[in-house]
């Protein structure tokens, strides 16, 4: 799933190649895709993409007084082309979702692999318009320590769970809340209310720490280059039995139902491991 690095990133590419070029239509592939009727896609023709920003991990595209909102979900990822192809794209056939063609020419394929079918456009007079944005928590580069914990405070849920909460922060997903807790040398499962002052403050640096620096490398990049940065840059993430780049003991995995954390027992759990999150609780 993209999240905040990739997020930023995309948005940074797509207003260099896009801002100021007129969009010439929108073609919808999947009818799934646009959670929206009034405006219609339609209203976008004839508009000038002003500038793009981010939300969270949603991305938001100006048009001078309305919008095009997307949230790629889990699958979702857009792809910049410098011509697309002639004609209009066949509803239901393959993974794209939706497409912007500019007048020029070029444009962008907002597309989806997978089955779950869960990314989003809306076209809106604001973005706040779309609910997912209107609740977004503060974003995760723009609190202090102390903020962190007073977003903590309360919240009877899981450290991880709680991380990835976009109404309490915005911006995390699983794959870097994965990463920040193994950094601040925490299990994915403590209350997340129960954090002391010291692990609180682990948990704020790793968070900037890691998150500041995976945005600076997708600041450089391609849009086609940010999914294998992420890819590459994780310690724990999807790393299920390598060693842990900083004990060497084995990655472990926690298997839900549609998807997975990471993490090392002898850095986050007092070497105590999880077998099935179905079958136990992690031990504290």
Known sequence: MPELPEVAGLVRFLGEQATGKVIERVDLGTFAALKTFDPPLTALHGRTLRGTER??????????????????ARGGWIR????????????G??????????????????????TEKRLAAYV????????????LGPDALSITADQLAGLLEGQTGQLKKVLSDQSVIAGIGNAYSDEILHAARLSPFKTAAKLTADEVGRV??????LLTEASE???VLAGSDLKAEKKSSMRVHGRTGQPCPVCGDTVREVAFANRSLQYCAT??????????????????
């Open 93 to 114: 056939r393959g993974p794209l979702a939706l497409r912007v063609r500019f007048a020029d020419g070029s444009g962008m394929d907002i597309t989806e692999m997978g």
């Open 267 to 284: 850095c986050q759990t007092g070497g105590k491991p999880l077998a099935d999150r179905r079958m136990s609780r992690l031990l504290k």
């Open 80 to 91: 910049w082309k410098d011509q697309l192809p002639p004609g209009r794209p066949k509803p």
């Open 217 to 219: 490398r997708a600041s």
């Open 55 to 72: 939300r969270g991990k949603f991305l938001l595209f100006d048009t001078g007084g309305m919008w095009l909102v997307v949230h790629l």
């Open 124 to 135: 809106v007079g604001a973005p706040d318009d779309v609910e997912g944005v209107a609740r």
């Open 204 to 209: 704020h640096a790793a968070l900037v720490e």
